[in-house]
């Protein structure tokens, strides 16, 4: 188990670490994707390069978090939560339909809320397993047609001088873009503390939802489960570095990203070789290989909407 580690080196190491699954080319050319792909982490650090003082601002609302979780205040009643989906589509395919848009939707809710159905109850992490009331809503669909093929990882799609959508009310609504990332990516995240213009979630239309285009094995909407959990401060189960540190007190330390789907019983060889959480949604799991949070994660998602929280202004 992991202990939480305030100090200014391992917040360091937290911020620096990476992984080589991403593009920063506005033109990123398709592939075909065998793994999971997650650009949030360099994304960030791009964002820590562009603007010296964000460092400052995240180890503020790294302090902020844990001091929340050791007093356990966590928002009381349900959190609604509006969406607003940003689609943009170079084809009829990249332009999903409502009724997919709705399904990531239910998605969001059944696993934040922990009632997916796909629970394993023979989980040996079943004591730790965690749930916030939160409660996802579609609150409107923009679309907008685009020549562009791919987007890469630069926020290009972001931004309406770009070719892209610009965030709508991005301090009260979660904006989740929906376009064709290219470079392997399937999505990523901002994390809290960066700008407003560019805050939300970025995923692939192809990895958006259980239906229309949804694709295996990334066809559950697990991929938006990720990036969402990225948009509430959680890092990588394996804190992007090997044998590293996500921050979380109850989830095993693992030595890096799982994929497909690991055998039962699947151990790290970090110290004590624990056994690793790869059902966890902030994995690199398949889809049909993730069905949960910790409740330490829950917690610190929890922590971001207190009263001096970096997301307040959603309550």
Request: include cysteine; proline fraction near 4%; glycine fraction near 8%.
């Amino acid at each position: 188990m992991k202990k939480i580690i305030l100090s200014a080196f391992s917040l360091l190491l937290l911020l620096s670490c990476s992984n080589d699954e991403t593009t920063n080319s506005t033109e990123a050319p398709t592939a075909e994707v065998v793994h999971r792909g997650c650009a949030s982490q360099e994304v960030h650090e791009r964002h820590l390069q562009e603007n010296p003082l964000l460092a400052q601002k995240m180890a503020e609302i790294e302090a902020i978090t844990q001091e929340a979780v050791l007093e356990n205040r966590i928002v009381n009643g349900v959190l609604e939560i509006p969406v607003v989906f940003n689609v943009l589509y170079r084809t009829a395919a990249e332009n999903i339909s409502q009724a997919q848009l709705q399904s990531q939707i239910d998605v969001l809710n059944a696993d934040f809320r922990g009632a997916n159905t796909d629970y394993n109850s023979n989980n040996p992490f079943n004591n730790v397993r965690g749930a916030i009331n939160v409660k996802f809503i579609l609150d409107n669909v923009v679309r907008k047609s685009t020549t562009k093929s791919s987007w890469g990882t630069n926020d290009a799609m972001k931004r309406s001088s770009q070719g892209g959508i610009d965030a709508s009310s991005p301090t009260t609504k979660l904006n989740y873009w929906v376009c064709t990332i290219g470079g392997g990516i399937l999505g990523y995240a901002q994390f809290p503390g960066g700008a407003t213009a560019t805050d939300g979630v970025v995923c692939d239309s192809k990895y958006t939802g259980t239906t229309g285009s949804a694709t295996y094995p990334f066809n559950k909407g697990r991929t938006a489960t990720h990036e969402v959990g990225h948009w509430m401060n959680l890092r990588h189960i394996w804190g992007d570095a090997n044998c590293g540190n996500d921050q979380v007190a109850d989830t095993p330390t693992h030595n890096g990203p799982n994929s497909g789907v690991p055998a039962v019983g699947h151990r790290s060889t970090c110290s004590g070789q624990p056994l690793e959480m790869y059902m966890n949604y902030m994995d690199y799991t398949d889809d049909r290989g993730m069905y949960m949070f910790s409740k330490g994660q829950v917690s610190r998602m929890a922590a971001i909407f207190n009263s001096n929280g970096p997301r307040k202004s959603f309550r």
